[in-house]
């Protein structure tokens, strides 16, 4: 089972809805959890982070965490052409981050 | 105030050569991270520092690969002989330790052996 699992798309939504990307981590232990955006040929770039159940809100972005389903997503409100990227969960485990594969996210006009 | 710095950007060998990758982390972080970045594999971490320390290096392939942090402010990877399934992007990541895990990425080098 891999640590960090997110369905890789790619997640096509029209422009102004809501995108949500999903991402679900098998150590229980872990405490903090991140999104980073990446850019087709750019450096991932932290978007988010979240420490506690619950909602974290963020602008036009939401992080959401379930500790006891061992799930993370990310809401995108109003998802405009420039939120077209890959998405990578990350989850802090044994000292280090961990991430997923990426969700590739592409908002059509 | 600067980004993550690496260099070269670009890098094209042939399989056997040595490659060296360089960063410079941001200023007042601790923490430096050397990941690689490939389709089939996605982001692995390779190795990392703290107070120019390597912490944990289980992620390096094989001893092809190696890793320095001489100082605060640069860090090398060094992979000899290069072979062809080197061939990836490697991204250096800075933090500090107040929020060790908001990692802080550079633009990369993309490699390619021949």
């Known amino acids: 089972q891999k640590e960090v699992e997110q369905n890789s798309g790619p997640l096509s939504v029209p422009e102004g809805a809501i995108a949500s990307l999903n991402c679900t981590y098998s150590d229980r232990g872990s405490q903090s959890f991140f999104w980073y955006r990446q850019y087709s040929g750019k450096s991932p770039e932290l978007i988010m982070f979240?420490?506690?159940?619950g909602d974290k809100e963020d602008g036009r972005f939401t992080a959401q965490l379930n500790k006891a389903s061992q799930y993370v997503s990310l809401l995108i409100r109003d998802s405009q052409p420039s939120d077209s990227a890959t998405y990578l969960c990350?989850?802090?485990?044994?000292?280090?981050?961990?991430f997923g594969q990426g969700t590739r996210l592409t908002i059509n006009p | 105030d600067a980004g993550v710095i690496q260099s070269p950007r670009h890098e094209v060998t042939e399989m056997g050569q040595e490659v060296t990758l360089r960063c410079k982390p941001i200023?007042?972080?601790?923490?430096l991270f050397w990941y690689r970045q490939t389709m089939m594999r996605g982001l692995e971490l390779l190795i990392y520092?703290?107070?120019?320390?390597?912490?944990?290096d289980s992620g390096m392939p094989e001893d092809r690969f190696s890793a320095k942090m001489p100082n605060a402010s640069f860090s090398t990877l060094k992979i000899q002989p290069s072979e062809p399934r080197d061939s990836a992007v490697y991204f250096c990541?800075?933090?500090?330790?107040?929020?060790?895990?908001?990692?802080?990425f550079g633009p990369g080098t993309r490699l390619t052996v021949t």
């Open positions: 990541a800075s933090s500090f330790s107040g929020r060790a895990y908001e990692q802080y």
């Open positions: 990350a989850v802090e485990g044994a000292q280090k981050l961990v």
């Open positions: 200023s007042g972080h601790d923490y």
């Open positions: 979240i420490y506690s159940n």
């Open positions: 520092f703290n107070n120019n320390v390597p912490i944990d």
